[in-house]
């Protein structure tokens, strides 16, 4: 967050960085899995080149339900020091369906795997996380948040189990942005709760890696996790812009295209496979051409407003249907 007087801050050598969310060719398209499509085409060396260049003390990788990009850099560099392994993972609501995507830092594959088999479930899954003494957080809190389902029991329940939140992400919406900022303030400052308030790019290419990322003090990443699980931390930078955000989908169905001989010639896929990823790569580009992942994400773009402007609408009696939750204020 650029807060007044925080470039002096950010100017100390004290202070660390990395970006904690952002992904490689290794988050998966889960929908068109078998047309072979990936949210992202970065290869993991490259996020990593690009992160440190950008000024990131530390890097990660938090690709979607997958530790396999950063077990890769890890093997293929076993004496980095300044890397640790990271994951987005979609978790849900068993009784509403309500997705939540979670952040989750500093894990090991043991984790990975008891992760993914609680994931389903997001009250099995936390409370294991917080047996285990990881460091997790909610990810871009509205963004698939549904209409529908009540918002003060919604984010009273995401408060209850949660002490971390993403309140600076690369590719939302700045007024969904300073909506979880302006909740999380709240939280910390008149109800006296410990809670972090982190940064990400989530960024699917190169070109927007580390640029929103989370700031803390830490001599080793361990150290810096640490200071995040405190709330010892800050997030910085700012989001992309409109036009940035329907960019990146072409480019991404560009890079998606110029995998085709590769995939094709592979051992690694069966005929059926590679019928099936033929046709998505010649389906997709007159989906292109014909503007629909422009008119998919300008839709998606304008339910973050909707959806984050109803609530700063209702913000006042939002507070008092979630103090149950808080406690009492530290007002007189």
Avoid at 65 to 93: C, H
Avoid at 278 to 297: F, N, Q
Wanted: charged share 25%.
């Amino acid at each position: 967050m650029n807060d007044a007087g925080a470039p002096d801050v950010v100017s100390d050598t004290n202070l660390k960085r990395a970006d904690l969310h952002c992904h490689s060719r290794f988050s998966v398209f889960k929908y068109f899995r078998r047309a072979n499509t990936r949210d992202c085409y970065n290869a993991p060396e490259d996020v990593y080149r690009i992160a440190k260049e950008r000024g990131m003390t530390y890097v990660t990788l938090t690709d979607h339900d997958s530790i396999d990009g950063a077990l890769y850099l890890l093997n293929k560099y076993p004496e980095m020091t300044d890397f640790f392994i990271g994951e987005e993972v979609e978790t849900y609501f068993p009784e509403t369906g309500q997705r939540i995507h979670v952040g989750v830092w500093g894990l090991d594959e043991e984790q990975h795997r008891e992760i993914q088999r609680l994931r389903p479930n997001i009250r099995e899954l936390v409370p294991y996380m917080k047996i285990q003494r990881l460091i997790f957080g909610v990810n871009h809190l509205f963004q698939n948040y549904r209409m529908k389902n009540v918002a003060g029991r919604y984010i009273s329940e995401l408060i209850d189990m949660f002490d971390v939140f993403e309140v600076l992400n690369g590719a939302m919406a700045s007024f969904h942005n300073k909506m979880v900022q302006q909740l999380v303030a709240h939280v910390r400052e008149e109800h006296g709760r410990t809670v972090s308030m982190v940064g990400g790019s989530d960024a699917h290419t190169l070109k927007h890696v580390a640029k929103v990322h989370t700031v803390a003090k830490g001599e080793t990443h361990a150290e810096f996790l640490e200071n995040v699980r405190t709330g010892e931390c800050f997030a910085w930078g700012s989001e992309m812009r409109f036009r940035e955000l329907v960019a990146d989908i072409y480019l991404l169905t560009i890079a998606y295209n110029s995998e085709a001989r590769h995939d094709l010639m592979s051992n690694e896929y069966s005929a059926v496979d590679k019928t099936i990823q033929l046709a998505g790569r010649l389906a997709s580009i007159p989906t292109a051409i014909s503007g629909i992942p422009a008119a998919i994400t300008s839709l998606n773009y304008l339910k973050q407003i909707v959806v984050t402007k109803g609530i700063s609408m209702r913000f006042a009696r939002l507070v008092e249907e979630i103090r149950p939750v808080l406690g009492p204020s530290d007002e007189p």
